[in-house]
């Protein structure tokens, strides 16, 4: 098993802490106090300046200190690692903010919160705000093998800090100083842009895939539509509450009854600290509001022939034009995008990165007219691709 897998039960059940995992038991994360929430904010500075790796809420220890007691979460602990309330108080003691991603899945009956934690890229992460006896400002925290979050004092690892900061990266820290220097934000090329959106396309997918692929049924083929910006990336180009709202009005204007992208989706939403998402239980589809703009709808296709495929193009065309709704919120003044549908011959080629889907249609088009005759078009083309 890869160390950073995120197969979440094998996280959950591991047993062991390391130099990339750490146990904590249940906790509501606005509850603990400032001292509670700086020692999770250690242990993730100390992760992503180690080598990335998980932190498992939800397991305690048993008398011999192993943590084996699966307690999980009860409705209001879960709710509480919301990544739009850990996010502001994680960075507001860290510095640069930490690229971290909050799960809750469901394992054995019983929900968990796993916070992903992503190895430092540039700049090591210091403790911009002290609180004792957890936070030392101005320090440097790593992970070791022996499980702990300490700070780094040995010159050999502070050394190693400095190392895997420059090592590779010395365009990237170049453009780094200079945005600090000018206090503006550096643009990403156009190939750039393009291959982050992509990674963040991929990373959705897998998220699908992994929530979805042991539900009694998950073998055909997938649809995945997406709308991407065709400006510079921003990851965080909106807020997460603009992205709610955004739905939000869509959802009072033209939000009808239908099996794609309904109100209860809209109700049932929860935000990722990138992203607001919607995956309804027993259902095989799934859509993402990104902060950097992206917007992809996953959803299987049907078994049978029977009048479900005329179905499920009505259902396609319904979805855009609540898209397009959304995006007017978004994007009052207006932007270019670009629609792409593509389908993919079961979960292997959906998972591989590198493989083509058997089909795909795509075309630029303004935020202002996503729903439009040519884009119906594109879904007339998948129909037709399928039948």
């Given at each position: 098993?890869?160390?950073?897998?995120?197969?979440?039960?094998?996280?959950?059940?591991?047993?062991?802490?390391?130099?990339?995992?750490?146990?904590?038991?249940?906790?509501?994360?606005?509850?603990?106090?400032?001292?509670?929430?700086?020692?999770?904010?250690?242990?993730m500075a100390a992760l992503a300046n180690?080598?990335?790796?998980?932190?498992?809420?939800?397991?305690?220890?048993?008398?011999?200190?192993?943590?084996?007691?699966?307690?999980?979460?009860?409705?209001?602990?879960?709710?509480?690692?919301?990544?739009?309330?850990?996010?502001?108080?994680?960075?507001?003691?860290?510095?640069?903010?930490?690229?971290?991603?909050?799960?809750?899945?469901?394992?054995?009956?019983?929900?968990?919160?796993?916070?992903?934690?992503?190895?430092?890229?540039?700049?090591?992460?210091?403790?911009?705000?002290?609180?004792?006896?957890?936070?030392?400002?101005?320090?440097?925290?790593?992970?070791?093998?022996?499980?702990?979050?300490?700070?780094?004092?040995?010159?050999?690892?502070?050394?190693?800090?400095?190392?895997?900061?420059?090592?590779?990266?010395?365009?990237?820290?170049?453009?780094?100083?200079?945005?600090?220097?000018?206090?503006?934000?550096?643009?990403?090329?156009?190939?750039?842009?393009?291959?982050?959106?992509?990674?963040?396309?991929?990373?959705?997918?897998?998220?699908?895939?992994?929530?979805?692929?042991?539900?009694?049924?998950?073998?055909?083929?997938?649809?995945?539509?997406?709308?991407?910006?065709?400006?510079?990336?921003?990851?965080?180009?909106?807020?997460?509450?603009?992205?709610?709202?955004?739905?939000?009005?869509?959802?009072?204007?033209?939000?009808?009854?239908?099996?794609?992208?309904?109100?209860?989706?809209?109700?049932?939403?929860?935000?990722?600290?990138?992203?607001?998402?919607?995956?309804?239980?027993?259902?095989?589809?799934?859509?993402?509001?990104?902060?950097?703009?992206?917007?992809?709808?996953?959803?299987?296709?049907?078994?049978?022939?029977?009048?479900?495929?005329?179905?499920?193009?009505?259902?396609?065309?319904?979805?855009?034009?609540?898209?397009?709704?959304?995006?007017?919120?978004?994007?009052?003044?207006?932007?270019?995008?670009?629609?792409s549908l593509a389908i993919y011959d079961?979960?292997?080629?959906?998972?591989?990165?590198?493989?083509?889907?058997?089909?795909?249609?795509?075309?630029?088009?303004?935020?202002?007219?996503?729903?439009?005759?040519?884009?119906?078009?594109?879904?007339?083309?998948?129909?037709?691709?399928?039948?």
């Open positions: 098993m890869d160390e950073n897998t995120d197969n979440f039960e094998e996280l959950v059940k591991r047993g062991v802490e390391s130099e990339i995992l750490d146990y904590k038991g249940p906790m509501d994360f606005r509850a603990i106090g400032k001292s509670g929430q700086a020692k999770i904010a250690r242990h180690t080598h990335g790796g998980h932190i498992v809420i939800g397991v305690g220890e048993d008398a011999g200190g192993h943590p084996s007691v699966y307690t999980g979460l009860n409705a209001a602990e879960a709710h509480s690692f919301d990544p739009s309330s850990v996010g502001p108080v994680i960075n507001h003691l860290i510095e640069p903010p930490i690229d971290f991603v909050i799960e809750r899945p469901l394992v054995d009956g019983k929900r968990y919160a796993i916070i992903k934690v992503r190895p430092f890229a540039v700049m090591p992460h210091v403790c911009a705000s002290g609180v004792s006896p957890e936070l030392q400002q101005g320090v440097f925290y790593i992970r070791t093998q022996e499980a702990a979050s300490r700070p780094a004092y040995r010159v050999t690892e502070l050394h190693g800090l400095i190392k895997r900061a420059l090592q590779g990266q010395k365009a990237q820290l170049a453009e780094f100083l200079r945005s600090v220097l000018a206090d503006e934000k550096i643009p990403h090329t156009e190939d750039e842009s393009t291959r982050y959106f992509e990674d963040d396309a991929a990373y959705s997918r897998g998220y699908f895939i992994r929530r979805k692929q042991n539900q009694n049924g998950f073998g055909s083929s997938v649809i995945e539509l997406q709308i991407r910006p065709l400006w510079s990336y921003d990851q965080q180009k909106f807020e997460l509450e603009e992205l709610r709202s955004a739905v939000n009005k869509a959802a009072e204007n033209s939000f009808l009854p239908g099996n794609l992208l309904t109100a209860r989706d809209v109700r049932s939403a929860y935000f990722t600290n990138t992203s607001l998402r919607s995956m309804p239980d027993n259902e095989f589809r799934m859509w993402q509001l990104s902060r950097s703009g992206l917007f992809e709808l996953l959803v299987q296709t049907p078994r049978s022939a029977n009048g479900d495929f005329e179905n499920l193009r009505s259902s396609l065309e319904s979805a855009l034009s609540k898209i397009a709704e959304i995006y007017s919120c978004l994007l009052p003044t207006g932007g270019e995008l670009q629609i079961g979960v292997r080629q959906l998972a591989d990165p590198y493989t083509e889907p058997s089909g795909k249609w795509q075309k630029v088009i303004s935020s202002s007219d996503i729903y439009n005759k040519d884009t119906v078009e594109i879904i007339n083309n998948l129909s037709d691709h399928i039948l």
